[in-house]
């Protein structure tokens, strides 16, 4: 007989908050806590208990919401980051449990059903972590097999459990879902301003992809397109990159599944879905900026499109990480030799304009060799 083993959430809510100057965790949603919302949404799925990780202002937090059947652990050490709320939740999870959902307090969006299918998926497949995809991004909560639990209960300062999916890529398993809610975080007022408006209307979700589509504008004659960049993903980097790229001519594509037009007048058009199959300009150059959202994905089919150049923003040691990942997805070496890890040539570039400026240097640079050797 195959017997289910249950499936606990851990809540994280032990932040201080900073960025967004006040106690997060209270913001008024539809005249409820932003974390009430979390919780009513976990409540509502089959998952077997919720603990709930508190640290900073728990007891103001616990004066504000209804933590019926929830189990409340406190943090001591949340003024060390995030690694050590994982440890503290992970600890307290019931040891009959068979994995973990490792649910963030500022994501009020995620649908019940969404738990429900991680909790699924990891029946099915046994993969050690399920993390949810929409449309080629992935996104948050994320589920954790039994088995990674020691890894994660050694994690120190501020990092989340993606510090372990290194070492674990043959038991990931990514899972697409239709549910926008597990991008939309709150990390600034900016942006529980815009979720709040969005939660405000009717089919909050339609109302939010459909301030982010981009109506009327065909893509380019591959015959008479000019060079085009690419930038996958959205911060400051990538809007630094695209005002550069449009300065030098290149038709601006910028990839970000909730990017509304008029935040990047510089984009001569938005993509919301990662498919390269619907650009049809061979003169195309790459730059991956997802932060991890999509990286391995993104790399690969600018591959796959014969990319006049592709780069990845991140560090030496995640490039390595994602390198590692597409070989042993089987891409040739020499097709991944090709990848510029970290993207841009070597200036000392710091701030996200040098960095934006070194990538599009390197980028002209390219193209100069290219044709010094026709």
Do not use: W
């Given at each position: ?27 008024r949603l539809d005249g409820r806590p932003l974390l009430q919302h979390v ?131 043959e038991g990931i398993v990514k899972l697409p879902v239709d549910d926008v ?194």
């Amino acid at each position: 007989m195959n017997v289910i083993s249950p499936v606990s959430a851990v809540v994280l809510a032990a932040g201080t908050s900073t960025r967004i100057g006040t106690v997060k965790q209270l913001l008024r949603l539809d005249g409820r806590p932003l974390l009430q919302h979390v919780l009513d949404n976990v409540r509502a799925s089959a998952v077997k208990e919720i603990i709930l990780v508190l640290g900073a202002s728990a007891d103001a937090i616990l004066r504000e919401i209804d933590a019926r059947d929830v189990r409340v652990v406190v943090n001591e050490n949340y003024q060390q980051g995030m690694g050590t709320s994982l440890k503290t939740g992970l600890a307290a999870v019931d040891p009959q449990a068979g994995a973990a959902i490792i649910v963030l307090a500022d994501q009020p969006f995620v649908k019940p059903a969404t738990l429900d299918r991680l909790t699924t998926e990891h029946h099915l497949s046994k993969a050690q972590i399920v993390i949810p995809t929409y449309r080629g991004f992935r996104g948050n909560p994320v589920l954790l097999d039994r088995s990674v639990f020691p890894e994660v209960m050694t994690l120190n300062g501020d990092v989340g459990c993606r510090a372990i999916f290194g070492a674990h890529l043959e038991g990931i398993v990514k899972l697409p879902v239709d549910d926008v809610g597990i991008l939309l975080d709150i990390d600034r007022q900016g942006d529980f301003e815009a979720l709040r408006h969005a939660g405000n209307r009717a089919e909050s979700e339609r109302a939010l992809l459909e301030t982010a589509d981009l109506h009327g504008r065909q893509l380019e004659d591959a015959a008479t397109a000019q060079p085009e960049l690419i930038i996958v993903g959205m911060d400051a980097m990538a809007a630094a990159l695209a005002k550069l790229g449009q300065l030098l001519r290149f038709t601006v594509t910028v990839v970000d599944p909730l990017l509304a037009p008029d935040e990047l007048p510089q984009a001569d058009r938005i993509l919301h879905t990662l498919d390269f199959s619907l650009l049809a300009n061979p003169d195309r150059h790459v730059v991956v900026a997802s932060r991890g959202s999509c990286d391995e994905e993104a790399i690969e089919q600018a591959l796959d499109a014969h990319s006049a150049y592709v780069a990845l923003v991140a560090n030496r040691k995640r490039g390595e990480e994602v390198l590692r990942s597409l070989r042993m997805k089987g891409i040739a070496a020499e097709k991944l030799s090709s990848v510029r890890v970290p993207a841009g040539l070597e200036i000392g570039a710091e701030t996200p304009e040098e960095i934006a400026l070194s990538i599009m240097a390197e980028i002209v640079s390219q193209r100069g060799s290219a044709r010094d050797k026709k």
